[in-house]
């Protein structure tokens, strides 16, 4: 055991059940199912948590009742995938890791686009983001669900599964009966705190009935939902009491935020504190009946972990995201190798991901997400060695280089900086971005743990480049932002784009007289951390932008904290507008004009002016190098500027291709 972490790696025991640390993966939807059915790359991204070191996992949502026939969500409710359950099962429980499936349904929770015409609830109110209103259950289809999970969950213990979690927050099913904002029941399942809490009540009694005392049964309770009306801490501290009466509940678990404005609390993102929810968990501590809890929250680091355990403040922590990006995080940090870890940038792209576009669960920091080799991986050694250059150390070039150099090549970096990270260096010195700092952290270690040679502060050339005599040359040279049409050319000496201008802008302290102003078509995370920095420096701020909406580039989750700190700081967004260059600039007046109607406004004393635009691939060298008969791949935005996460995959396939 570690001397600095006295009880993340003491042993612990939840229905008769032993945990070799007191580390948990909460659960994530993953979207690896098929067709109800467990598939190899779902069994994969498990057992690397298992191999990874991990007490206890948590599965994604599973088809529990009959009703959820979703394709990803593997089917419990019948007996139709028994085989692929155990071989989930044991892939997990052989190594000395507890299973457990979790249990829930979204209702009339939706945060995607459009409304469900198929959703259940406990009353016939709209869900605050969609607007989706349910029908609601009969108290016949209540028992009948209630009774479809005891017997699932009997069906998972009888597959190998140590237990199960409820759900019973983030807005969904469980959490509107419970609330009293979302349940109007007149019935016994509405009304009182006793009406509210009986659909979680008597599916706790029919599972333990169901199960016996040697199954773990956990629960995940609404601590504090963000929705007027809804439950707040105090409503929370009464049902977590109320359901936790007796001995049914092995441990208890507290989610925030709701299918509301305040979707965006039940991840806490870089904005956010770390731990971020620990001050709510110490004021419900006292409310769970002795129950273990089970801390979460933006946990990212062992010694916060531990200092959770240690102070008292929880049993058991899970991570989510955290091992999502390092399935090794607890051997790592068993072992002492915490600065070898991967780190969450708790930015919320594994969430979008699956939220927005129906993708499996994918990582900006972990490139092997459910590979079968993922859990502290190193590559295969190369049976011929080759010289390799790669041009950019943003975090593809990184990606690259490490990878390429653990495989035995001779490999060399240039970057025309005298810093490693490329763009997202930036990004980690504005508001919400200092996490994005491990990805290129944890790459600039492994290089030069593997021999990576570096010229940081050296421009590639054709002629330094071939001089090399590279097998293989990788670009990863990023892209520029593109100046609008309207912005005439002499006026570009004058305007930069606004990576250029932060990057200037990052040594001044002092408060600046006068508005900033920022036209925004690139409608990124980036790009409204910078107006925030603004803010910090200039009297007033003003985003315009020439679209319907901002932040249409990020996550729901992410969209809503823009959104918030944009109008709590005051900055102005001018939405459907575009600048009108002239003359007037010169005297701090910028002109700008509605792009329907034309009807023109002036911004005035105007102190500082830069365009966040779409990006083109900086390629410049590709074609001499290719014509000098040199192998060149193309990564990351000089390939196509999309994202981190994109950047990250194709490094490392790069990397891996020499």
């Not at 009948?144 to 009997?154: G, I, K, P, Y």
């Not at 971020?276 to 409310?287: H, I, K, Q, T, V």
């Not at 971005?433 to 492994?446: L, P, T, W």
């Not at 700190?565 to 900055?571: N, P, T, V």
């Amino acid at each position: 055991m570690p001397h600095n972490y006295t009880k993340l790696f003491t042993p612990f025991t939840l229905a008769g059940k032993p945990l070799k640390n007191r580390i948990v993966h909460a659960s994530m939807t993953t979207r690896m199912g098929d067709k109800g059915r467990v598939t190899e790359r779902q069994v994969n991204y498990y057992a690397n948590r298992a191999i990874g070191g991990a007490a206890m996992i948590v599965t994604e949502p599973l088809s529990m009742a009959k009703h959820q026939r979703i394709p990803y969500k593997v089917v419990v409710y019948d007996d139709s995938e028994l085989d692929g359950l155990k071989r989930w099962a044991d892939a997990v429980e052989s190594r000395d890791c507890r299973l457990l499936g979790q249990i829930q349904d979204p209702g009339r929770g939706r945060h995607e686009v459009g409304r469900n015409p198929e959703a259940v609830g406990a009353s016939a109110l709209p869900d605050d983001l969609s607007g989706t209103v349910p029908r609601p259950m009969t108290i016949a289809e209540i028992r009948r669900m209630n009774d479809e999970f005891a017997q699932s969950a009997a069906r998972l213990k009888r597959c190998g599964f140590s237990g199960v979690e409820i759900s019973a927050g983030h807005g969904h099913l469980f959490h509107q009966f419970l609330s009293p904002w979302s349940n109007a029941r007149e019935d016994e399942f509405g009304g009182d705190l006793a009406g509210r809490t009986r659909l979680i009540t008597e599916m706790i009694a029919g599972i333990r009935a169901a199960c016996g005392s040697g199954f773990i049964l956990g629960i995940k309770l609404p601590g504090d939902d963000g929705v007027p009306g809804g439950i707040d801490p105090v409503e929370a501290a009464a049902i977590a009491a109320h359901v936790t009466t007796g001995k049914a509940v092995d441990y208890v678990t507290f989610a925030q935020g709701s299918h509301a404005r305040s979707l965006e609390m039940h991840v806490p993102d870089d904005h956010q504190p770390r731990a971020a929810y620990m001050p709510l968990f110490r004021r419900l501590r006292n409310a769970v009946n002795g129950r273990p809890l089970l801390a979460l929250g933006r946990i990212t680091d062992p010694a916060e972990a531990d200092a959770i355990l240690a102070n008292g403040d929880a049993e058991l922590v899970a991570l989510g995201r955290a091992l999502v990006a390092d399935p090794a995080w607890p051997n790592k940090a068993s072992q002492g190798r915490a600065s070898d870890i991967r780190y969450c940038v708790s930015c919320n792209n594994c969430w979008y991901v699956g939220a927005a576009f129906h993708q499996s669960l994918s990582c900006d920091n972990n490139p092997r997400v459910a590979h079968k080799e993922e859990a502290d991986y190193r590559p295969a050694p190369t049976a011929i060695k080759k010289r390799v250059v790669i041009v950019g150390a943003g975090v593809a070039g990184m990606e690259a280089a490490w990878t390429a150099a653990a495989r035995g090549h001779d490999v060399t970096v240039f970057s025309r900086s005298r810093d490693i990270g490329g763009k997202a260096r930036l990004r980690a010195q504005l508001p919400g971005g200092e996490a994005v700092s491990s990805i290129y952290d944890y790459q600039h270690a492994a290089a030069l743990r593997e021999g990576v040679q570096f010229e940081l502060g050296v421009t590639a050339t054709i002629a330094n480049v071939v001089a090399l005599k590279p097998d293989r040359v990788i670009l990863a040279t990023g892209a520029d932002m593109v100046a609008p049409r309207w912005l005439p050319p002499a006026a570009r000496e004058v305007v930069t784009d606004l990576r250029t201008a932060m990057q200037n802008l990052l040594p001044i302290k002092a408060k600046q007289p006068g508005t900033a102003v920022l036209y925004d078509m690139d409608l990124s995370e980036g790009t409204y951390a910078s107006a925030e920095r603004l803010h910090q420096l200039f009297s007033s701020v003003v985003i315009v932008t020439s679209r319907d909406a901002i932040a249409d580039e990020t996550s729901m989750v992410t969209h809503q904290g823009i959104n918030r700190r944009l109008s709590a700081k005051g900055i102005a967004v001018r939405l459907l507008s575009q600048p009108v260059w002239s003359d007037a600039f010169e005297n701090g007046e910028l002109e700008i004009a509605h792009v329907y109607t034309g009807e023109k406004t002036v911004i005035r004393d105007v102190a500082f002016f830069a365009y966040s635009t779409p990006r083109a691939p900086a390629i410049a060298l590709a074609a001499p190098l290719r014509e000098a008969g040199i192998d060149v791949r193309l990564v990351g935005d000089c390939l196509a500027p999309r994202t981190v996460m994109a950047a990250t995959a194709e490094g490392h396939a790069a990397g891996h291709a020499v």
